[in-house]
Nanobody, 123 residues
Framework: QVQLVESGGGLVQAGGSLRLSCAFSGRSGRTFSMYNMHWFRQAPGKEREHVAT????????YYPDSVKGRFTITRDNAKNTVDLQMKSLKPEDTAVYYCAAGGSREGVGPGYWGQGTQVAISS
């Protein structure tokens, strides 16, 4: 019913920037603008961490302290995409990054997930 495909991951040096993108496709009346959209990440051996949310309308965003001021989430409801601009990257930002749709503005309970894209930050 909903497919999410992430892109843009890669290897960058610490202090660098990277932009992730997630393309949304839906069937059976499931349209992009219905969903709060999120980015999560999971590093090896660690639990999945919520790193950004943008509301369905795009008028509000949420970031945890660990990324606030460095990460920016945006969405384009005409193109069905949600992006995560990351700057001042640190080695501890290394993780698989996942796009997710649905759930609350606090990132609780997304119903749909992408396959993930790897981000690696070298020191």
């Amino acid at each position: 019913q909903v497919q999410l495909v992430e892109s843009g991951g890669g290897l960058v040096q610490a202090g660098g920037s990277l932009r992730l993108s997630c393309a949304f496709s839906g069937r059976s009346g499931r349209t992009f603008s219905m969903y709060n959209m999120h980015w999560f990440r999971q590093a090896p051996g660690k639990e999945r961490e919520h790193v950004a949310t943008i509301s369905w309308s795009g008028d509000s965003t949420y970031y945890p302290d660990s990324v606030k001021g460095r990460f920016t989430i945006t969405r384009d409801n005409a193109k069905n995409t949600v992006d995560l601009q990351m700057k001042s990257l640190k080695p501890e930002d290394t993780a698989v990054y996942y796009c997710a749709a649905g759930g609350s503005r606090e990132g609780v309970g997304p119903g749909y997930w992408g396959q993930g894209t790897q981000v690696a930050i070298s020191s």
